[in-house]
């Protein structure tokens, strides 16, 4: 008996840590390139409500999937045109994308389905549970590779470290960091598809419910390198595993059974933070110094 | 090799480069001097790409071009070693070298070719060092090898200097002239900014003067001038060399210090147990290549460094303070003037007001109230302009923003509001850098006004020559311990450049 | 002239935003100018619209003051949401608790739980900022989340009237009333919730400029924002201007719960925001961080709260959350040009 929970518990903490993964992955590009991301949260609901929307149009959720991440990728391209080209402060930024896709997809379900936010159930057969997942975890040596043994990841690296050395080698740090930027917004899109087509049949309204910070704080806890961040990942993943466990089985009231994993977020923060050392030119907008 | 024709280039209303016009011949060490602030970083890095000039032109081989970026440059064999090395810390010294033009594919880096390219590279030019070493181990003078075999891994057949001497010790320096030299006989062109004549004259074939971002004068050959009409030229009128100074009459002692040590934050140990006293009426200056634990010594006193990091103990006129905050020192007669004035000594966006009460915010009669709460705005504004008066500020409007003021004017307001103290004991850290001239001698003249009034003063300068034209008694610090105490009036600057590499006169 | 540049990128953010608004309204089907001018109209008629947008605005000139000083510190205070939910549910529970009292006691006791309540709401965050370098984007969002479900669970299993099926709380003491307009204003009717607390909103504006810009707490608080080391240089401890900061920035947030429940509803009602804290990242940011800007943001948006409500109920398929495409629109223009008016700071990574 134990055995089958014990199994169960690991399926649930590897389904759960998924959208997280895809997300603090993202978020890895964009940051280890200088450019804070807060915006995962709502790269995730554009990722989960394009691609809710699209499959149940065309009833494929491969193209619901492409079309999420052609969404996160036009999105996250607004975070690094604000950021990068008007310099502007990169949580601000992010924050009004966050409040941007609040919005944006109640107005257009609104509209189009005339609903209070959440679009039409897909049928089982139009859904995609496994294949987010595999693409996760997948993502994890390839992001090692391409970070630490090709060109681009060099480069994307000095940049994030020390983007003036990176200019005066020759490298255009303006486009790297937007290359960054828009990577992360593809991966959080995956993320946000895997929520709406993959965990569930539906978006609904503000569904990421937080994971786009919790993904965050995966990816400081995680120090900024993959497999670290995947652990982190997994930790959280398992915690939220637990909640769901625990929900009925135990006395305790369901709120403070929720709360666990924003509590379990700030415990980590702060006890781990001082440990972490963040890419160097992180959150500074690169201007020639006088 | 290249000319620059005419490069006008403008920052904001600064007129940094108007209309520079210079010509550099293959195969010479050509020198570019000037003070801080004459132009010739701006006109170099305009050369490299770094910025684009204006108006004017870049020839190269007698052929004008285009230089919009530093990868332009870079493809025309012009390389540059920066004033700040530009170096990535957390990477390798083969990595670093490589960055840009990496060996391999785009889908797989060949990080072993790099390495060995870097070890014969090395090896050739006679400039060791280790391909696998991360940055942050390398010593500064070892981190300078690295630019250099950058720029040489580009094929720099021109190669561009900004003040390379600024961090190394003189044996440092003989080194890497040597390795000039070496160059040069290779046939590489080498082009050096620099604010050191000494260097120039011993260095170089050319050179060019420049000033408030034009060239002075006629093309030079070195041979054919000499140090006086150098410094004329750059500064526009005979240099006084030696500023008045009267005989301290120094008092009690006001700060002694013993066995002060300071860590930083990676742990290491950057002040080495210094132990020295200061009295009233005299200046006790410390001369030192940057970094030996100088803005430690100072931020220590002043208050400034976590109590957790330091130990020793540190006494104002017998009181013990080592336990006291920033700002009881301030209350207890401690100015400081900060070396680096933009990130500790000023708010540039507030105003000059608001700047002036920095530090003493609490105290009577800038707040009323209990525990200092109300600001008295009509008092602040009194002292604001009368500061402003005093120290000569420019232009003298209270309400400007800080940002707006000269580096200058800037450094003089910091000086105002911390004499205005009437302090006991005076920190004072770089207090010309960045300072055009005129203001310099007024800065000086403040500082032995304040010494002669009674007041004790710690000075830290990197420049050798006002640290011992101002000082009573100097303290050599290396690798954050006093190697010794010497008298700067009897002291000739050789000596004092040797205690400083940590070696011994005779 | 001054002024005039200052009115203009914010002017120019929200026609952006209306323009942006445009294209999303038409790709609906909807007619832009119809849905505006019903936007605006319903806002400003006498005395239903002035009267509901002063209402809505009074918890967005208080959030609007909160963002705004947390941000004069260098801090970003997401949790305005979760502080006033937290300070709601703290008035209400003083409310309901201490009913017996004269309404001289107990109407500045609720106002020192709303307040008291927000401010160690965002304290914890602060804290968590100053002694460990926890951002406080994170911190303060997890917050929210938490402040949400606590009041939610207090509110089912311990303050519910038995077999009301709407998730509130049993109304607070009658003594613990705050006046409608209605009450003192003749020809304005008493359902219109419009209350005290936007005279108390106006008069914490007035105390927001003092404190920062005549008291030396103040100074000290935008020095550390402008620049930490030079603050530090000023004998200022970052550590503690960051956690007064956001205590401060956390009361002005739980002032929200002194209108929302002694005002409106004389009680906690379980959803009662409609997203009064993040709209109150836009209001101070179009605001500049000023408190008179804030409050002319706040008009604005709780104009935009006023005639949302219109344009749900009178449009074919435009609903309300139009206006939060609207805010996030306007964030992003007024960030995007902090490139031109030199620098807004932001609290560097821990280093001081």
């Known amino acids: 008996m134990r055995d089958i929970f014990k199994i169960a518990l690991l399926f649930s903490t590897i389904r759960l840590a998924t959208p997280l993964l895809l997300a603090s992955l993202g978020g890895l590009w964009s940051e280890r390139s200088g450019v804070i991301n807060i915006a995962l949260e709502g790269l995730l609901l554009a990722g989960a409500f394009t691609a809710a929307v699209v499959t149940h149009l065309l009833h494929n959720p491969w193209l619901g999937l492409t079309a999420a991440i052609l969404a996160g990728m036009a999105t996250a391209l607004v975070h690094a045109f604000v950021c990068i080209t008007c310099k502007a402060d990169q949580v601000v930024s992010g924050m009004a994308i966050n409040i941007l896709f609040l919005g944006l997809p109640a107005l257009l379900s609104g509209a189009f389905f005339d609903s209070t936010g959440a679009t039409p159930q897909i049928p089982k057969g139009e859904l995609l549970p496994i294949a987010p997942i595999v693409m996760a975890f997948a993502l994890v040596p390839i992001t090692w590779y391409v970070l630490n043994r090709t060109r681009f990841g060099l480069r994307l690296r000095a940049v994030g470290e020390n983007p003036e050395a990176a200019d005066t080698a020759g490298i255009r740090v303006e486009a790297v960091r937007y290359a960054g930027v828009i990577l992360s917004g593809a991966l959080a899109a995956i993320g946000g598809a895997y929520l709406s087509i993959g965990q569930s049949s539906l978006f609904t309204r503000n569904m990421s419910a937080g994971r786009g910070f919790i993904a ?5 806890f995680g120090k900024w390198r993959p497999v670290q961040t995947m652990l982190a990942c997994l930790l959280f993943g398992l915690a939220e595993a637990v909640t769901i466990q625990m929900q009925g089985v135990t006395p305790i009231p369901v709120e403070f059974i929720q709360m666990i994993p924003y509590v379990l977020t700030i415990v980590v923060l702060a006890g781990f933070i001082g440990l972490s050392r963040p890419p160097r030119a992180l959150g500074l907008p690169y201007e020639k110094k006088r | 090799m290249i000319e620059l024709r005419n490069i006008t280039k403008r920052f904001g209303n600064v007129l940094a480069n ?28 305009i050369a490299y790409g770094f910025y684009s000039a204006d108006s004017g032109d870049i020839l190269v081989d007698g052929v004008a071009q285009r230089i919009a970026s530093p990868q332009d440059a870079i493809s025309r064999h012009i390389g540059m070693v920066h004033q700040h090395f530009m170096l990535v810390e957390t990477m390798t010294v083969a990595e670093n070298i490589v960055l840009g033009a990496e060996p391999g594919s785009a889908a797989a880096l060949d990080l072993k070719g790099a390495e060995a390219q870097v070890r014969r590279l090395s090896e050739e030019l006679g400039l060791a060092v280790d391909p696998r070493a991360p940055i942050s181990e390398l010593s500064v003078g070892q981190q300078q090898r690295v630019e250099l075999l950058k720029a040489l891994y580009r094929q720099a057949r021109l190669l561009i200097l900004d003040e390379p001497t600024a961090v190394l010790t003189p044996q440092e320096v003989a080194e890497l002239f040597a390795i000039l030299r070496r160059m040069r006989e290779q046939g590489k062109t080498i082009v050096i900014i620099t604010h050191k004549l000494s260097e120039v004259l011993e260095l170089s074939d050319n050179v060019t003067v420049m000033r408030d971002g034009k ?40 700060l002694q210090v013993q066995d002060l040590k300071v860590t930083a934050a990676d742990r290491t140990r950057r002040l080495d147990g210094v132990s020295f006293t200061v009295r009233a009426g005299e200046i006790v200056g410390v001369a030192g290549v940057e970094g030996n634990g100088q803005t430690e010594l100072i931020e220590a006193l002043a208050g400034l460094v976590p109590a957790a990091r330091t130990s020793g103990s540190i006494r104002l006129a017998g009181d013990d303070i080592s336990s006291l905050d920033a700002r009881q020192r301030k209350e207890r007669g401690i100015a400081h003037i900060p070396e680096d004035r933009h990130r500790r000594g000023l ?30 705005e009509a008092a602040i504004h009194q002292r604001a302009e009368r500061i402003v008066h005093d120290f000569d500020v420019r232009p003298p409007n209270i309400a400007l923003p800080a940002r707006s003021l000269s580096g200058g004017n800037q450094q003089k307001l910091i000086i105002g509001r911390e004499l205005d103290l009437h302090p006991r004991l005076l920190l004072v850290a770089q207090p010309t850098r960045g300072v055009d001239i005129g203001a310099i001698e007024f800065i000086h003249r403040q500082i032995l006004a304040l010494r002669d009034g009674g007041c004790a003063v710690l000075l830290v300068s990197a420049e050798l020559e006002e640290v011992t034209a101002l000082a009573d008694r100097l303290l050599v ?30 | 002239m001054k002024l005039l540049r200052q009115l203009i990128y914010p002017l120019l953010a929200v026609a952006a935003a209306f323009l942006v608004g445009s294209i999303f309204i038409l790709l609906i089907g909807d007619d832009p100018i119809e849905t505006y001018s019903l936007l605006i109209g319903s806002a ?62 107990l109407i500045p006791l609720c106002c020192l739980a709303a307040m008291g309540t927000g401010a160690v709401w965002a304290g914890v965050p602060g804290v968590l900022r100053a002694r460990f370098g926890a951002h406080e984007v994170i911190t303060t969002i997890m917050m929210n989340f938490i402040a949400v479900a606590l009041a939610s669970y207090f509110t089912q299993y311990h303050y519910k009237k038995e077999g009301d099926a709407i998730l509130e709380t049993v109304p607070i003491g009658e003594s613990g009333h705050i006046a409608r307009f209605g009450k003192f204003l ?45 603050a530090a240089y000023g004998g200022i401890s970052t550590a503690r201007q960051i956690v007064l900061a956001m205590a401060v920035s956390g009361g002005l947030a739980g002032m929200v719960g002194i209108g929302e429940v002694l005002g409106y509803r004389y009680r906690y009602y379980d959803g009662f925001s409609a997203g009064y804290g993040f709209t109150g990242i836009a209001v101070a940011l179009l605001g500049r961080n000023h408190p008179v800007g804030v409050l002319l943001a706040a008009l604005l948006f709780g104009a935009f709260l006023r005639g949302a409500l219109f344009v749900d109920i009178f449009t074919e398929h435009v609903s309300k959350d139009l206006v939060l495409v609207l805010q996030g629109v306007i964030i992003l223009f007024v960030a995007s040009e902090a490139l031109f008016r030199g620098r807004a700071a932001r609290l560097a990574r821990g280093k001081v």
Not at chain 3, 58 to 76: E, H
Not at chain 3, 187 to 210: D, H, K, Q, S, T
Request: glycine share 10%; hydrophobic share 50%; charged share 15%.
């Open chain 2, 18 to 45: 108007d209309r520079v016009s210079l010509k550099v011949e293959p195969g010479t060490v050509h020198a570019i001097v000037g003070e801080n602030g004459a132009g010739k970083s701006t006109a170099m890095r």
């Open chain 2, 477 to 506: 610090l290396h690798q954050g311990k006093i190697v010794r105490e010497v008298d700067p009036a009897r002291t000739t600057t050789a000596e004092i450049g040797l205690l400083m590499t940590g070696g011994s006169p005779a």
């Open chain 2, 347 to 376: 708010l540039l966006d507030f105003d000059l007001a608001e700047n002036s009460i920095l530090g003493v915010q609490r105290s009577r009669p800038m707040a009323v109230g209990p525990g200092g709460v109300w600001l008295d």
């Open chain 3, 186 to 230: 003749p020809g304005f009717p008493e359902r219109i919730p419009l209350n005290l607390a936007f005279v108390l909103a106006l008069v914490a504006c007035v105390l927001v400029w003092i404190f920062l810009w005549r008291t030396r707490w103040g100074y000290e608080i935008r020095a550390t924002g402008a620049n930490p080391a030079a």
């Open chain 2, 215 to 254: 060239v002075v004068g006629q093309p030079l050959k070195t041979k054919e001038t000499n140090a006086a009409e150098l410094a004329r030229l750059m500064v526009g009128r005979d240099v006084l060399l030696r500023v008045e100074k009267k005989a301290a009459q120094p008092g009690d002692t006001v």
């Open chain 1, 216 to 220: 965050l704080a995966a990816l400081i």
């Open chain 3, 44 to 105: 400003l008629s006498w005395p239903d619209g002035i009267g509901y947008t002063l209402f809505y605005a009074t918890p967005l000139i208080f959030t609007g003051l909160a963002v705004a000083v947390a941000f004069r510190c260098g801090l970003l205070n997401i949790g305005a949401e979760g502080q006033l939910i937290a300070a709601a549910f703290a008035t209400a529970w003083a409310g309901i608790t201490f009913a017996g009292l004269p309404a001289w006691i």
